[in-house]
């Protein structure tokens, strides 16, 4: 009754705090750079956090037109203080003192092009970006969007052991997009109410890697074999899906802009000791015989607190990580032969 009457009196931005179970003079401040933020993802996620209370300070990165989004999210009155820096010149004044850096970077998927045929472009990208965040920021957390995640991941994680600053519990390739997706297929036929789903998805993100393990969803539902296999697909050809209807206009921006401020959202209340954050994202790992791979992961005060194991997998399941693993670990090793030429 109090908290509910406080949160009522306060203001929006106490409110936000509040109803997450902060007292707000207790919120540690937090800055969130986005590399990319005037792109299609990158516009509407500078939005969505500069909505997150958390946040204290949100940098906007990109080559071009930051200073108008920037000014933009600046308007509106919620926590953060936004600032908007253009060209590789200000690249480290807008890294200087992060907490996390979100970067969808890069170029997206025209239709009839897989992931990796992004590499040749986004590989540099990401190296780039990832050399001054060892420079800048070397602590901070980082969320890779940029694409193909299954070698982006593996590039930062190189540029950043040779510039001797690599935490393994700090870098996470975000597939969010993945459970986002499969929570929303899963709920249309399981006919159960969207926001109790939960569905882990693990492997990696590109096709046939990314898995979702629908025989571990809840609320659990009688689905049948063709259904599972059917809502698998479709999973795995999500972004596909989109890169289709959008016919040359680019690939999921406002879905994956939600997924990424899901993901930040959670990075930050475990960097702020919230107890019991799981989401899964594409880590270096050990549950597998591949060094990367994405599962169910705890997170806390550092970063990853703990790669959670996958599980009983069904058949079908079992089968599926079968089948990827040479093409996860292709996609990994590319990743790691160009960051290191
Ligand atoms: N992980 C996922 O689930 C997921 C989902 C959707 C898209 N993506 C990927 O995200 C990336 C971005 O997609 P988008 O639709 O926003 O593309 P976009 O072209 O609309 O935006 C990309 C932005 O990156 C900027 N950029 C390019 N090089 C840069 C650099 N060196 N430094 C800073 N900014 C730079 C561009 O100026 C542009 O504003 C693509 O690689 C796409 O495949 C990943
Ligand atoms: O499909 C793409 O190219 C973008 C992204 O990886 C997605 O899953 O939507």
């Known amino acids: 009754m109090l908290r509910s009457m406080l949160v009522r009196s306060a203001s929006p931005v106490k409110q936000g705090l509040l109803l997450r179970g902060y007292a707000s003079e207790s919120i540690p401040n937090r800055k969130v750079v986005i590399l990319g933020?005037?792109?299609?993802?990158?516009?509407?996620?500078?939005?969505?956090?500069?909505?997150?209370?958390?946040?204290?300070?949100?940098?906007?990165?990109?080559?071009?037109?930051?200073?108008?989004?920037?000014?933009?999210v600046a308007h509106i009155n919620t926590r953060s203080q936004v600032s908007g820096f253009m060209g590789d010149d200000n690249l480290g004044k807008a890294l200087e003192g992060a907490d996390l850096v979100i970067i969808p970077a890069g170029v997206p998927r025209k239709p009839g092009m897989t992931r990796d045929d992004l590499f040749n472009i986004n590989a540099g990208i990401v190296k780039n970006l990832s050399i001054a965040i060892a420079k800048y920021c070397p602590h901070a957390l980082v969320n890779m969007i940029s694409n193909p995640v299954n070698s982006t991941v593996p590039i930062a994680a190189e540029v950043f052991k040779k510039a001797g600053t690599?935490?393994?519990?700090?870098?996470?390739?975000?597939?969010?997009?993945?459970?986002?997706?499969?929570?929303?297929?899963?709920?249309?036929?399981?006919?159960?109410?969207?926001?109790?789903?939960?569905?882990?998805?693990?492997?990696?993100?590109?096709?046939?890697?990314?898995?979702?393990?629908?025989?571990?969803?809840?609320?659990?539902?009688?689905?049948?074999?063709?259904?599972?296999?059917?809502?698998?697909?479709?999973?795995?050809?999500?972004?596909?899906?989109?890169?289709?209807?959008?016919?040359?206009?680019?690939?999921?921006?406002?879905?994956?802009?939600?997924?990424?401020?899901?993901?930040?959202?959670?990075?930050?209340?475990?960097?702020?000791?919230?107890?019991?954050?799981?989401?899964?994202?594409?880590?270096?790992?050990?549950?597998?015989?591949?060094?990367?791979?994405?599962?169910?992961?705890?997170?806390?005060?550092?970063?990853?607190?703990?790669?959670?194991?996958?599980?009983?997998?069904?058949d079908f399941e079992k089968e599926g990580l079968e089948a990827f693993k040479a093409e996860l670990k292709s996609s990994i090793e590319k990743g790691v032969k160009f960051a290191n030429q």
């Open 37 to 72: 933020a005037a792109g299609g993802i990158g516009q509407p996620l500078s939005l969505l956090m500069k909505l997150n209370p958390l946040v204290s300070s949100l940098s906007l990165f990109d080559l071009a037109n930051t200073p108008g989004v920037a000014a933009d």
């Open 166 to 314: 690599y935490d393994e519990k700090k870098l996470f390739g975000v597939t969010t997009l993945d459970v986002v997706r499969a929570k929303t297929f899963y709920a249309g036929k399981a006919n159960v109410p969207v926001a109790e789903v939960n569905v882990p998805v693990v492997g990696g993100h590109a096709g046939i890697t990314i898995l979702p393990l629908f025989s571990q969803a809840s609320p659990q539902a009688n689905l049948s074999d063709d259904l599972i296999k059917a809502l698998t697909k479709r999973t795995q050809d999500g972004g596909t899906e989109v890169v289709e209807a959008k016919a040359g206009k680019g690939s999921a921006t406002l879905s994956m802009a939600y997924a990424g401020a899901l993901f930040a959202d959670a990075c930050l209340r475990g960097l702020n000791g919230v107890p019991d954050v799981v989401e899964c994202s594409f880590v270096q790992s050990t549950i597998t015989d591949l060094p990367f791979f994405a599962s169910k992961v705890r997170l806390g005060k550092n970063g990853v607190e703990e790669v959670l194991d996958l599980g009983t997998l069904s």
